[in-house]
């Protein structure tokens, strides 16, 4: 089943005078429980086509399914909806509430979903094993390193078992084994859990990991079925 | 909601100096208010019960036909046999004293200089002089059968550099429209604290003002105080008579009344000025406090949290800067106002004419402007949150992961 399809999309961003063409008609479609990376060089539009199926963004044309539902159109307050409990984030600068501890943070979607407060403890102590964290669950962001802080922002985004998890850059702010670890963790959750993740990145120790590969140059899609590993 | 207070209360404690200084802003603000409305409510208190102790009394009973304006010594405009007319006024249940006065006018001259004066005939033996006895600062107070002596104020004494036992030459208005003067001696100088008053009002025993005015066994009025001025309306509707006119303090005391309105609305103003300033340096501190946390708000978007979570858990900010605050603000306020309760505010020489002030103002706070003061220093806190609690919720989630850092 397709969880994401992307139709003839378009991304212009106009800065006064200027206009930036960042999708130029983009199609595709992403299938359940894949691990698919995005790639392209810095300026390919990889980011704003992350943006654009994260319903964080809207397109300047075409169309945008998630779970088969357009979203391309959807107002402000629809598309929190949507986003919440159907997709995750992870994003390349970690993004965790620095106020909040591990745990909280994890605990985060769940309270926004309304989920009960037993069913929130199970999940968010299973979560902190699944990325092996469990001594962990009680420091804050600045207390941990940044593999460890991209590790809860991994169990954050599947904190409400979404269909699917979104990363940009997941491993650009960290070192070669913290970044391989994520990508592991990553990689087993995929295969353990179903769930689809989609990554945009450039480094093409992370593009092995991958087991379909989609390449963008200069807003258009160039290799829709490339082959990571 | 447990989470967004959770965040919204760390985010302060995150910048615990600036917080403090933030609520520390609105603290002062409230202890401002608050002292400012206890001392003009002292003020004003303290203006009511000198003119009624020194002035009006709580109730006056006069000719119908007498007008206070032109201190009338005309015979058909004055009471006769007032001594009567008191005893019988003092033998009501709520009074407790009635005493007959005159009223003139007249100049005071002492070598080359000289001073309009208002002259008080008063019975040196009546409770209701009290307050004039208890001023004595020198010499002593008058007796009934004294024919050259009076009392000056202490303004006066000083202005004109008199002293006890230093004599004066005063010149009265008298019944049939002539001017006499006549040579007294100063018996004592007083001080009622109340310049306004101590300024313009020397005394008289009242058959020695009565015989200088020709005024003979008349006076302007019954000066009565009641013990409790709650009973004046009471009294007031069991004492009308064809010839006579009642007037009960509120009446006799519009000015201060009108007054009190008037400064009233000046300090409204003043209250929005320095509400304003809290108001700016709140607004400023959730501004910053949006702007630093733009990537956290695109953040607790992406997770799918709705502009108005957002948006409350600003507000949730504002308002537990606000309960900071305003506890703070209550308890140095309380702190002010205790202390200015005691030891008193000292403004020196203010009264106006018509309007006596004590030199010294305690300051006096009613429940209700600190309730109400409290209350508006909360919401308009609440309504400083507004603007940057919109701003946060308005947020583009893309731009705020970009633009965040």
Known sequence: MEVVKVENVTRVYRMGEVETHALRGVSLSIENSEFTALVGPSGSGKTTLLQLIGCLDQPSSGKVFINGKDVSKLNRSRRADTRRGTIGFIFQFFALIPTLTAYENIEMPLLLTGESANGRRERVRHLLEAVDLKDRANHRPDQLSGGEQQRVAIARALATQPALILADEPTANLDTPNGKQVMEIMTRLNQETGVTFVFATHDPRVIQFARRVITLRDGLVTDNNGKGK | ?405
């Open chain 2, 1 to 405: 909601m447990k989470q967004i207070l959770k965040i919204a209360f760390r985010d302060l404690g995150r910048n615990r100096r600036r917080s403090f200084f933030s609520a520390l802003a609105l603290a002062m603000g409230l202890a401002l208010l608050l002292l400012v409305a206890a001392f003009f409510n002292g003020e004003m208190n303290s203006a009511m019960d000198a003119t009624i102790l020194l002035q009006s009394g709580h109730l006056q009973v006069r000719m119908a036909s007498y007008e206070e304006s032109k201190t009338s010594l005309k015979w058909e405009n004055l009471i006769a046999d007032p001594e009567q007319l008191a005893a019988q006024i003092e033998s009501l249940d709520p009074v407790k004293t009635a005493s007959p006065r005159l009223f003139a006018s007249g100049i005071v001259a002492v070598r080359d200089e000289s001073a309009g004066v208002r002259i008080y005939g008063i019975d040196p033996s009546s409770e209701a002089n009290d307050p004039y006895r208890i001023g004595l600062l020198e010499g002593e107070f008058l007796t009934p059968d004294d024919r050259e002596g009076v009392l000056i104020g202490q303004p006066l004494a000083e202005k004109m550099s008199l002293g006890v036992g230093d004599s004066i030459s005063l010149s009265v208005n008298t019944s049939s429209g002539d001017v006499d003067e006549q040579v007294f001696t100063i018996r004592g100088i007083y001080s009622t604290q109340t310049y306004g008053f101590d300024s313009v009002t020397i005394f008289l025993p009242l058959a020695k003002a009565q015989a200088i005015t020709q005024a003979e066994r008349h006076a302007s009025t019954i000066f009565i105080l009641l013990n409790d001025k709650a009973d004046t309306e009471t009294v007031a509707a069991a004492m009308q008579g064809a010839d006579f006119a009642v007037l009960t303090w509120p009446k006799m005391n519009e000015m201060i009344m009108q007054v009190e309105e008037m400064a009233n609305s000046y300090i409204f103003i003043l209250y929005l000025i320095v509400l304003g300033i809290t108001a700016t340096v709140i607004i400023n501190t959730l501004i910053m406090s949006v702007f630093e946390r733009t990537r956290e708000i695109g953040v607790l978007s992406a997770l799918g949290m709705k502009g108005r979570q957002i948006m409350s858990m600003f507000l949730i900010q504002s308002s537990l800067l606000a309960v900071g605050g305003v506890i703070m603000g209550l308890i140095f306020g309380l702190l002010l106002v205790t202390y200015f309760s005691k030891n008193g505010f000292y403004i020196g020489n203010m009264g106006m004419t018509g309007l006596l002030i004590g030199n010294t103002i305690y300051t006096e706070l009613t429940l209700r402007d600190a309730i109400s003061l409290t209350v508006l220093s909360f919401i308009v806190t609440l309504l400083a949150g507004l603007y940057p609690a919109v701003l946060a919720s308005r947020m583009e989630p893309v731009r705020a992961l970009r633009d965040g850092k």
